[in-house]
């Protein structure tokens, strides 16, 4: 296990003479092999540290977690046990029994956050959010894996971390590394120079760039590839996503929180979502912000030292994770089989099964993210995650993983199969009741009766029963609301008396929107199980506004659901029409809102609707970031006419190209037509004009081809 207690900080790996404008320093690689999840060698704890005593705590959240269940149960078994329990009204049971866990279990958590928050309890690695910065020693890779975002936009969020770092003195600690996956020619070439502005404006030499030709394995691939070249120079790495901000004092914290701790593995922070432009972005932000905390409280409270990672925002000991986390590739084919999609969760509890400590800090602060800007954009998102949920089932029977890893991962798969289980539970309910309207009961049933058998059920303890489901998802926000009254100075910076009208705001939208994500996600899971893949395809991270043509052909299968409940509900009675309207009315209405939420009216704005501490008093790292967004231009939409027309850029880019070698009669063929195309061309416009984005690609990826290319003569 590598130390961290150095007397005096360790030196910057040095590049080498007349190096300072290579776009990578020397490799110093460290292995990184798959680990076995099954089989008779799973890998030896390579740490032993003292966990951190929670057995009581995990029997508070499981002992009520079972008696509310129990509970819950018991009374929709009363609700539906007059005149006997039919199969269908069984099935109804058992769904509600599974979704009333789930809810009560969420409850549990939030319950023990807001207890942790009101009692001001400190962080059990001492990382607290105020006091003076203490001092570090060890060496850290900030690694921020992108893959054809906007390269401008990347590099302001870049900067504004990489000047609040300096800000803090220690920013010859940290080196930061931009890793492509870019398979865009235009936005490839625009990261490199965005990254030669960025260094030559900043004077920042140790900022580095790497694309990978092909990005095998995606993000965990990406990252894979940084810690097999370079990892043994380093003792932390901290990653971020492409909408990542972090400030230096958190990067500082996070690297202190690792050396005074030799036996952990892994810190997450609590990402805040920020830069919120539309309605449904702004709502998100506002909850996240307002409940997150005492979620994350709650469940950092109980996880102890086998906590997760999220993916991003977070601290990671570069050797731990070497040793402990490589990935191996599932059998069969996609989706289920292949690369892992939702590679975090997977790469925490490998670290815990090894015995290093995974911890979350949430009240740490200084660290923010942005979300989807629509709802469809949400959705997309998700179902690349749901894919990624899913696979998990093929790691859950690993040899030796902790208990709660398993039970993250079951949460993880258990997010997107609640879906489908609530639209069972709906549509089972109105068969149940259309069965009782239009088909003949049996009074008496077979054998000797002295007294009729009534189909019935009770309906006063069945809406006792919503009573108390909507009431332990409504409590945590309430909660939130009560522990914010304790907090004069951010109660004000959410916006004073803008907060309740937001509070009923974001819980009715959040109403309307949830049945819509429940087919959204129910449609996503059947996708899966019929062998759909997702694919990675790129997040919008504009304002939100959607077409109206596509809004109506994605919200077609939603629309047509709320008509046929709403059909079936009346076709029984008013009374259990009224009694769905809360999700029928979501899906009749999920055209318009889709519209109105994926933008935010200036009277909303004006009125600050949503309003959290960082959209009303930014960080001066989100300031900055946003500033050197607003400023950055627009990339050059030809990569081959910039590289001719700048020699630097040529040369970088030129000289970070790696070498591939290739077996006889192995033909890159996109390769191969753009060198034909090349050779059939009178001048170097001409050559351009004939190449598509894949040969293009495939030039940029040729240091002879690209050479010949540029050297062609101009256009007479």
């Not at 639209?423 to 069965?435: E, T």
């Not at 059939?680 to 030039?699: G, H, Q």
Request: charged share 20%; glycine share 8%.
């Amino acid at each position: 296990m590598d130390s961290m207690n150095a007397a005096k900080p360790k030196s910057a790996v040095a590049l080498p003479a007349g190096a300072e404008g290579a776009m990578l320093p020397p490799e110093t690689p460290l292995a990184m092999l798959p680990q076995v999840l099954s089989g008779s060698h799973p890998s030896p704890r390579r740490a032993q540290f003292k966990p951190m005593p929670t057995v009581w705590r995990r029997i508070y959240i499981l002992t009520g977690t079972a008696a509310m269940t129990v509970a819950g149960g018991y009374e929709m078994f009363e609700v539906l046990k007059v005149g006997g329990i039919t199969i269908l009204e069984g099935l109804v049971l058992a769904l509600f029994v599974l979704l009333f866990a789930w809810v009560a279990f969420s409850f549990m958590s939030a319950l023990a956050g807001f207890a942790m928050l009101l009692l001001r309890r400190r962080d059990p690695l001492d990382i607290e959010p105020r006091g003076p910065l203490p001092a570090i020693s060890s060496r850290n890779a900030m690694l921020l894996p992108t893959y054809n975002e906007d390269p401008y936009r990347i590099m302001a969020r870049l900067r504004a971390i990489w000047e609040s770092a300096e800000q803090t003195g220690y920013g010859a600690q940290l080196d930061w590394f931009v890793l492509s996956d870019t398979t865009d020619p235009a936005i490839w070439v625009a990261e490199e120079k965005a990254l030669l502005e960025f260094r030559r404006e900043a004077g920042a030499s140790r900022i580095f760039y790497r694309h990978r030709p092909r990005n095998v394995a995606r993000k965990s691939g990406n990252i894979e590839d940084w810690v097999q070249r370079f990892g043994a120079g380093y003792d932390h790495m901290i990653i971020l996503d492409a909408d990542s901000l972090m400030t230096g004092d958190t990067i500082v914290r996070l690297v202190a929180g690792m050396e005074a701790h030799p036996a952990v593995g892994l810190i997450q922070t609590l990402p805040i979502v920020v830069n919120a432009r539309s309605l449904f972005a702004r709502m998100q932000q506002f909850a996240g912000r307002l409940y997150g905390p005492v979620i994350a409280s709650g469940i950092a409270w109980w996880h102890g030292s086998e906590g997760n990672y999220w993916g991003h925002n977070a601290i990671i000991r570069v050797r731990a994770f070497a040793g402990d986390a490589g990935l191996p590739e599932l059998s069969g084919r996609k989706p289920f089989g292949g690369h892992i999609l939702s590679h975090d969760f997977i790469e925490a509890a490998l670290m815990r099964r090894a015995g290093w400590g995974i911890h979350m800090a949430p009240k740490l602060g200084g660290s923010f993210e942005e979300c989807p800007p629509s709802l469809l954009d949400f959705a997309a998102r998700d179902r690349r995650w749901c894919q990624g949920n899913l696979q998990h089932l093929a790691v859950l029977p690993a040899r030796r993983l902790h208990w709660v890893s398993r039970l993250h991962l079951l949460t993880g798969i258990g997010s997107y199969l609640t879906a489908p289980l609530w639209l069972m539970f709906l549509v089972l309910g109105i068969l149940i009741s259309l069965q009782a309207q239009f088909v003949r009961p049996e009074y008496f049933p077979k054998g000797f009766s002295l007294f009729p058998q009534w189909p019935a059920q009770d309906p006063v303890r069945a809406a006792w029963v919503f009573a108390g489901t909507m009431g332990l998802l409504i409590v945590p926000k309430l909660l939130a609301y009560i522990l914010l009254l304790t907090q004069n100075e951010n109660r004000k910076r959410f916006g004073g008396g803008m907060l309740v009208i937001g509070i009923v705001l974001e819980t009715l939208l959040s109403g309307l929107i949830a049945p819509v994500m429940m087919i959204f996600q129910s449609s996503a899971v059947g996708e899966i199980l019929l062998g759909r893949d997702a694919g990675w395809q790129v997040q919008r991270r504009d304002d939100g506004g959607v077409p109206f043509r596509e809004v109506v052909s994605k919200y077609t299968v939603p629309t047509l659901f709320g008509v046929l409940m709403a059909i079936g509900a009346y076709a029984v009675s008013v009374p259990l029409l009224l009694w769905m309207t809360p999700v029928i009315v979501g899906l009749l209405l999920s055209v318009p809102v889709a519209i109105l939420s994926s933008r935010l009216p200036r009277s909303g704005q004006r009125a600050g609707l949503f309003g959290t501490p960082e959209q009303n008093a930014p960080p001066r790292v989100l300031d900055r970031a946003n500033e050197l967004a607003l400023a950055a231009p627009a990339y050059d939409a030809s990569p081959l006419r910039a590289l001719r027309n700048d020699a630097e850029l040529r040369e970088i880019h030129s000289r970070a190209l790696a070498d591939q070698p290739r077996r006889r009669g192995q033909i890159n063929s996109d390769l191969a037509i753009a060198r034909a195309k090349i050779e059939d061309a009178e001048d170097f416009e001409e050559a351009v004009s004939y190449l598509n984005s894949r040969e293009t690609f495939a030039v940029l990826n040729s240091r002879a081809t690209l050479q010949h290319l540029i050297a062609l003569p101009d256009r007479a």
